[in-house]
């Protein structure tokens, strides 16, 4: 038993500490080192008690939060998935339960939810000094120029995942234009979190023609990555460049209805809708017969997507290090602001011009 520092929670009540842990990590074949992890939107749903679906792992108290980071090996046995000591490594979230999916590597389409999310639910997190793991759950970065980068790995296999389903559920007609492209095909990306941004980033690469949309402007910051990747993006109460159009794919990042469906009724035949954004405390909106109408004349398939398995990731790795190169500087202005794990009130304040927060440990 050693003592390490961590951020925990109580969950699901919530609450954040920055403490002291005795946690065993002799029953773990690597012994991993954070650098960077990174805070979205569900560990601050923990913390404010908003989650009801996160609790703590079982005989604990408390739970160690964070599900986002790039680790350094610190020591390894030899191993079959290629982990050696000093590798940079992105543990994966999700780990298996006893269901089909879960067995044949796609715990991210777990049948029976009867899987563990480290540092959501009943499994420790990595916002810790020091944690042990299974070579099987760790991702290599092979290229450790992508260092700086590496903690959007996680939250871009959540994209890799959506886009696959994209891609089985656009062959249901022809979605590509006339010229066998997406330059001609419209995509709408809501929201304009850090998500949002790597969709919209994976959309360009498709083709498409890629707008962000908000119900504001953005701060300077959010228009330097705007600029430098070349995006678009409308404040729709403001404005409307896509009104004509019609939109092919709509990605939802705000977990808004009232929204959701203000796009929806826009959307054009053979139609993708990706509901991604989360959102239990959002109001209830008004549906009624002629949104069914359109959904079902239109033919408009509407997708859920949570998570992403090791392919994701791998794919996530590769989309990051080409991006690092193509955008010169661009993505590295994604990280907003490195803060020390002691500065636990980031959990409770988001910075107004946030992109990605990251706790830098060493
Ligand atoms: P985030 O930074 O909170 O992004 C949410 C975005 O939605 C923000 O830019 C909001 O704007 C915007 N928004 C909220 N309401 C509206 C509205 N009515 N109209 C337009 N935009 C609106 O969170 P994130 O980027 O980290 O994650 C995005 C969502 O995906 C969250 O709901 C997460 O819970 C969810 N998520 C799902 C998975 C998964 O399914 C994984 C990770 C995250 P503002 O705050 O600027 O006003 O696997
Ligand atoms: C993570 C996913 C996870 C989801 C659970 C997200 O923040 O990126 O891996 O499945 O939370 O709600
Ligand atoms: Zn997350
Ligand atoms: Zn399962």
């Keep these: ?10 969950a699901p009540s919530g609450g954040v500490n920055y403490e002291k842990l005795e946690l065993d990590l002799d029953g773990f074949e690597v012994r991993l080192k954070p650098l960077l992890t990174g805070i979205c939107g569900t560990d601050r749903g923990i913390v404010n008690g908003a989650l009801p679906f996160a609790y703590n792992p079982h005989g604990f108290s408390r739970l160690v939060i964070g599900h986002e980071s790039l680790c350094k090996v ?3 046995p030899k191993n079959d998935f290629g982990i050696s000591s000093g590798d940079y490594v992105v543990p994966m979230v999700r780990r298996p339960g006893k269901c089909i999916n879960c067995f044949a590597g796609r715990s991210d389409n777990c049948s029976d939810g009867d899987k563990h999310e480290a540092g959501i639910t009943g499994l420790h997190g990595f916002m810790r000094e020091e944690f042990g793991d299974s070579a099987q759950y760790l991702v290599k970065v092979p290229d450790p120029s992508i260092g700086d980068v590496a903690v959007l790995t996680e939250p871009l296999k959540n994209v890799e995942k959506a886009f696959e389903m994209f891609d089985v559920v656009s062959k249901k007609s022809i979605f590509t234009d006339g010229a066998g492209s997406y330059h001609e095909k419209n995509s709408l990306v809501v929201g304009t979190g850090s998500e949002a941004f790597l969709y919209a980033l994976k959309s360009m690469d498709y083709g498409f023609n890629t707008y962000l949309t908000n119900r504001h402007d953005l701060d300077v910051t959010k228009n ?4 430098k990747t070349g995006i678009n993006f409308y404040n729709y109460n403001n404005n409307d460049p896509l009104e004509k159009n019609g939109l092919d794919l709509v990605i939802d990042t705000s977990g808004d209805p009232a929204t959701i469906f203000r796009f929806m009724r826009r959307m054009k035949e053979n139609g993708i809708l990706i509901l991604f954004g989360t959102n239990g405390k959002a109001p209830a909106t008004q549906v009624d017969g002629m949104d069914i109408d359109y959904i079902i004349e239109r033919n408009i398939s509407i997708i859920g997507s949570v998570d992403g398995s090791r392919i994701h990731y791998e794919r996530a790795i590769q989309d990051i290090t080409r991006w690092k190169h193509q955008y010169h500087g661009a993505l590295e202005t994604m990280i907003t602001e490195k803060v020390s794990p002691d500065h636990t009130e980031i959990f409770t304040k988001k910075p107004s011009n946030e992109i990605k927060t990251v706790i830098q440990w060493s």
Excluded: P, Q, S, V
């Design 74 to 76: 610190e020591d390894a």
């Design 224 to 227: 330097e990555l705007i600029d």
């Design 1 to 10: 038993m050693a003592f390490y520092r961590g951020i925990t929670t109580n």
